[in-house]
């Protein structure tokens, strides 16, 4: 089977994936483990493509093929992602306590300034409704 940039375009192919394919293999290739590892080589997501190509039978086993595979990388991962997040927690708690300071000096100064808001609009009524006071006979 052959793959080709307007069956890429046909099924909504991300239009910087179908470029990295015509950039890659011109503007079509074979399905071949060769040009399979290329695609991956190049970047290519074979995510996308793989529920395209195969049928709901043959995805269900590919998914359970690559299980193994996603444990080791998760298992790899966690202690990178473990040192990362304690990493990230004291910054994060400073960055919420700045924030939150933030938020209540905003607060503050909004109350203050809609109560001079509310006051002017008190002295502007009053200055009005006393120029039309004046008008009436």
């Excluded at 306590?97 to 209540?104: I, N, Q, R």
């Amino acid at each position: 089977m052959k793959i080709n940039s307007n069956w890429l375009r046909e099924n909504d192919a991300c239009p910087d994936q179908v470029e990295l394919f015509e950039s890659t293999f011109g503007s079509s290739a074979k399905i071949t483990l060769p040009n399979i590892q290329k695609a991956v080589r190049a970047g290519l997501n074979l995510s996308w493509l793989v529920p395209h190509l195969l049928s709901p039978r043959g995805f269900k086993a590919y998914k359970k093929a690559l299980a193994p595979a996603l444990k080791t990388f998760d298992k790899a991962l966690a202690p990178a992602w473990k040192a990362y997040n304690e990493a990230t927690a004291t910054a994060q708690k400073t960055y919420e306590e700045a924030k939150a300071m933030a938020w209540k000096t905003y607060e503050e100064a909004k109350a203050m300034a809609w109560k001079t808001y509310e006051e002017a609009k008190v002295t502007a009524f009053w200055a009005a409704f006393k120029g039309e006071d004046k008008e009436k006979p």
